[in-house]
DNA sequence: GTCTATAGAATGATAGAC
DNA sequence: GTCTATCATTCTATAGAC
């Protein structure tokens, strides 16, 4: 049908020119220029822009949310249903992180789209986000299988601290390769995952009392 | 004089209503109404809407930045020139945490801006944050005479992964509540500083080589 | 210098013909 | 399903009053 032609041809177009030129800079005017259709068209098949944008987020995002989810499963069924907590930190920042960071950052449209997409959070996009608890649910889950003898609170912290770091990686990227002037390398993204995983893991399993008043820690050398 | 009248004015209701309803829900129709001024005063003293919310962040930012550098620096006279890691952790991101997540967070229309900057961030603000590089630079400085045998990229890491979760904190503060069901209590700001603050203290002592045993650190309770 | 009134250009949305 | 024409709203710019 013509209908489906002009709804795929609007949402290409839509995500190249987001991710070329962000959110704030391109009009609906200069999408259904870039598609050949016409104006109206899009409100037609998605109702708002902000639809469209939520479309165009919601099928990328539901990608990688199936790619984290593969990942933990494996490493679970490899533990014998009870994963490493590395291997549940890795699941859950390597996806993003190599989507985001890795090679085909600078070559698929999808990629640059995401990134757009996690620094510029537009309304609604951080709708979506805010829907997305029920999917880090199950990675909390896999964390307390992990470690069963963490408080529950530490388990949410260490997550949250995980995607603080994945997160922000992406969203700073630019800032920390000026900040460091090259020596932190952006596209080591093998390297990257594992730091984060690194720190992640001694976040939530080298202090043991933190459930309640974290304990205040000082460097022993170099006072 | 009547002028400053106008300016203030217009400054001191765009930050009630941005705080409020965020900066894709005011219009400058919307400011001027709440400032009793007229439309054009806007563009008369600010040159344009960007122009008002980058001033508007400049002043809150220029103030959490001259707080920070006060804490480092009586960290580094309380330690003879050299401060500890984490004292400089606390330096950088208690100032950012206490200013968006404490008690005044809910009266302060000051807080209360600065957490929707973080949020939404509009193109103005992304462009300041951007040329906030000179500010950390200060912090990777005093980081490396804390730790002058750490590798530099590992300096400029672990002051990232600080940034992060700082700001994926009040970012996130919302999700991260619904997420462990109020476990993680976000009203308790010292807590959450000391956590983040130990965290970034392990990264760095522990980050360089992922499998050596990390931490020459210890535990001290109380303050 | 300071401010007001008003016009202009661009955008997202929609009604109705085909 | 598609398209033309049009609307309401928004930011911006400017001429001129005080």
Redesign the pocket.
């Known amino acids: ?3 489906d ?3 795929s041809a609007i949402l290409s177009a839509a995500e190249r020119l987001y991710a070329d030129r962000g959110f704030g800079d391109v ?3 200069d999408i259904v220029a870039s598609a050949n ?9 998605f ?4 639809e469209l944008i939520a479309e165009l987020f919601v099928t990328r995002s539901l990608a990688t949310n199936r790619e984290r989810l593969n990942e933990l499963k494996a490493a679970e069924e490899a533990g014998g249903g009870r994963a490493g907590i590395d291997a549940i930190f890795r699941a859950l920042v390597g996806p993003t992180l190599r989507g985001c960071l890795g090679p085909s950052s600078e070559g698929s449209t999808a990629a640059r789209f995401m990134i757009r997409a996690s620094i510029e959070s537009v309304p609604p996009i951080r709708r979506i986000k805010n829907r997305e608890v029920d999917h880090l649910r199950k990675f909390a889950a896999a964390m307390r299988r992990s470690l069963p003898g963490r408080a529950e609170a530490d388990i949410y912290w260490g997550l949250h601290f995980a995607l603080a770091m994945a997160h922000h990686t992406i969203r700073e990227r630019e800032r920390l390769t000026k900040l460091s002037e090259g020596l932190c390398d952006l596209d080591d993204v093998q390297g990257i995952v594992e730091r984060v995983v690194a720190v992640s893991v001694m976040a939530l399993a080298g202090g043991e009392t933190k459930s309640k008043a974290p304990a205040r820690l000082v460097a022993r050398d170099g006072r």
Do not use: C, E, P, W
């Not at 259709?37 to 098949?45: E, G, I, K, T």
């Open positions: 049908m013509a209908s032609h002009t709804r009009t609906l005017r259709v016409n104006l109206a068209a899009v409100n037609y098949h109702g708002s822009k902000d």
